[in-house]
């Protein structure tokens, strides 16, 4: 059974820093794309950031562009999701997604969001 679990969440300061993980079960990492995504109450859902397989290409959404990091640990079968100078805006459920295979641009596929495999999401709260 393909799964994806992601942890990491949690409540933190405005300027402070978490990591996500996003650990795969059932199915090995290597050939697959990485997306994280969030959704925040009454917003809609947002590509973060992205990672395809191979080459390890990224993605970063506008907003968290200098202050999140994307990585992939293929023997650990985990991507993770540093996030460094977090700010209130941040706040939302965030939500690990996969693909396999090939994909042209990882920026369209971040925007698109379309991904076969989802977990079932962290939740980050940024406040003071």
């Known amino acids: 059974q393909l799964q994806l679990v992601e942890s990491g969440g949690g409540l933190v300061q405005p300027g402070g820093s978490l990591r996500l993980s996003c650990a795969a079960s059932?199915?090995?990492?290597?050939?697959?794309?990485i997306g994280w995504y969030r959704q925040a109450p009454g917003k809609e859902r947002e590509g973060v950031s992205c990672?395809?397989?191979?080459?390890?290409?990224?993605y970063y959404a506008d907003s968290v562009k200098g202050r999140f990091t994307i990585s992939r640990d293929n023997a650990k079968n985990t991507v993770y999701l540093q996030m460094n100078s977090l700010e209130p805006e941040d706040t939302a459920v965030y939500y690990c997604?996969?693909?396999?295979?090939?994909?042209?641009?990882?920026?369209?596929?971040?925007?698109?969001?379309?991904?076969?495999?989802w977990g079932q999401g962290t939740q980050v709260t940024v406040s003071s």
């Open positions: 990672i395809s397989g191979g080459m390890g290409n990224t």
């Open positions: 997604a996969a693909i396999y295979g090939r994909i042209t641009s990882v920026q369209a596929m971040c925007v698109s969001g379309s991904y076969s495999y």
């Open positions: 059932g199915f090995t990492l290597d050939y697959y794309a």
